[in-house]
């Protein structure tokens, strides 16, 4: 199965999923640097790259999680008054290096590294941070 969403702006978001435990297979964004998102996403922040070419790159942490798909456009993303989120969760020890690397490297952090109450539950540590190219806040959390 697959759907395509259609935003105000005209930019279109593709997703697809199919019958298992984990119903989304991947998030596809768009990117009007690709190169500059490689970096983020591949050098940065350390996730693999599945596969590459000129318009687009495929990236995740392995290769039976879901994939961040990435696709140029020829202009900047124009998010008006629309935002997105998108969220990873990683092991709770990783994310203090991460903080680190991110200041280090001059990166935005919406949100600084925290850890979150939930009544009832194990709490949650997040760092929120922002993607240099698209602009959309991506939550990392133990």
Not at 13 to 28: E, K, R
Not at 58 to 68: N, P, R, S, V
Not at 79 to 103: N, Q
């Amino acid at each position: 199965m697959s759907a395509e969403f259609e935003y105000r702006d005209g930019n279109h978001h593709y997703t697809a999923w199919q019958s298992t435990l984990n119903p989304v297979q991947g998030v596809t964004l768009a990117s009007s640097d690709l190169k500059r998102s490689i970096q983020y996403w591949n050098e940065l922040l350390g996730l693999k790259i599945f596969s590459q070419n000129d318009s687009s790159v495929t990236l995740g942490f392995a290769e039976d999680q879901a994939k961040l798909t990435l696709e140029k456009i020829d202009s900047p993303v124009d998010h008006a008054t629309a935002y997105g989120r998108v969220a990873f969760s990683v092991p709770e020890a990783e994310l203090s290096p991460i903080d680190v690397l991110i200041k280090e490297h001059n990166q935005t952090i919406l949100t600084p590294l925290v850890t979150l109450p939930t009544p009832g539950k194990a709490d949650v540590t997040v760092i929120i941070l922002a993607d240099p190219v698209s602009k959309i806040a991506y939550t990392l959390s133990g």
